[in-house]
């Protein structure tokens, strides 16, 4: 299957600073890429869509100056946690899909956990 | 909006048995796909099985299968000769049949515990 990659596995930084975090479709040009946020214990949440070329699409209670998508080409997207606190502290998930198709497969990353002190 | 809901937060399953994920959702579209993913300890989302939901058939994956009942909005995963390296948790997720790629809604997820 399509692969998908994300850089860095895991991160620690202090309160205050911003951190970046890239997902990579490796075999497969990815028209959209989904981020996700997930608590200890607790599902997925969808926090945002993007599109290559486009700005992305945030869900409800998610703050877009706080959480800055770029999908600045069809293999990567990059999610920029800016002036992170301890509450932003969860994995995060990236998932991409190579097709604008409904039927297209959304194929997962492996997740980053962010730590910040 | 469409909601997923799983009521089993957790399930036990002894070696070579079978087990059953429940996993009941809420819709007004006709047309839709549902999945159950799983993820290992590992945290790597992992496809198990697919349903179109246009399709009567319920769907198989090897020693996986679904019991797919639209009237009922019901949807749920049957794992026969269940495996230690089944363990893990167990995601069953909405997606909208669109013209366009479209978010998936996940449900609150089962941990299953397979033991010896």
């Known amino acids: 299957g399509a692969v998908v990659s994300q850089h860095p596995s895991w991160v620690i930084c202090k309160s205050g600073t911003s951190v970046k975090i890239e997902c990579r479709s490796l075999?497969?040009?990815?028209?959209?890429m989904f981020w996700y946020r997930q608590f200890p214990k607790q599902s997925l949440m969808l926090m945002a869509t993007?599109?290559?070329?486009?700005?992305?699409?945030?869900e409800q209670g998610v703050e877009k100056d706080k959480f800055l998508i770029n999908h600045a080409s069809l293999t990567l997207s990059t999610l920029t946690v800016t002036s992170a606190h301890p509450e932003d502290s969860s994995f995060y998930i990236c998932?991409?899909?190579?097709?604008?198709?409904?039927?297209?497969?959304?194929?997962f990353g492996p997740g980053t956990r962010l730590t910040v002190l | 909006a469409q909601t997923v809901t799983q009521s089993q937060p957790e399930m036990s399953v002894q070696e070579a048995e079978t087990v059953t994920l429940s996993c009941t959702y809420d819709?007004?579209?006709?047309?839709?796909?549902l999945f159950w993913y799983k993820q290992p300890p590992s945290r790597q989302m992992i496809l198990v099985i697919r349903?179109?939901?246009?399709?009567?058939q319920n769907a198989t994956e090897n020693r996986f299968s679904v019991n797919f009942q639209k009237a009922a909005k019901s949807f749920s995963l049957k794992i026969s000769d269940s495996q230690l390296g089944d363990a893990a948790m167990y995601f069953c997720?909405?997606?909208?049949?669109?013209?366009?790629?479209?978010?998936?809604?996940f449900g609150t997820g089962t941990r299953l515990q397979v033991t010896l």
């Open positions: 998932s991409a899909t190579p097709g604008t198709s409904g039927r297209s497969e959304q194929f």
């Open positions: 075999d497969f040009q990815a028209t959209t």
């Open positions: 993007s599109n290559e070329g486009s700005k992305a699409t945030y």
């Open positions: 819709t007004s579209e006709s047309d839709y796909y």
């Open positions: 349903q179109e939901a246009y399709k009567q």
């Open positions: 997720a909405y997606r909208t049949w669109t013209g366009t790629a479209s978010k998936l809604t």
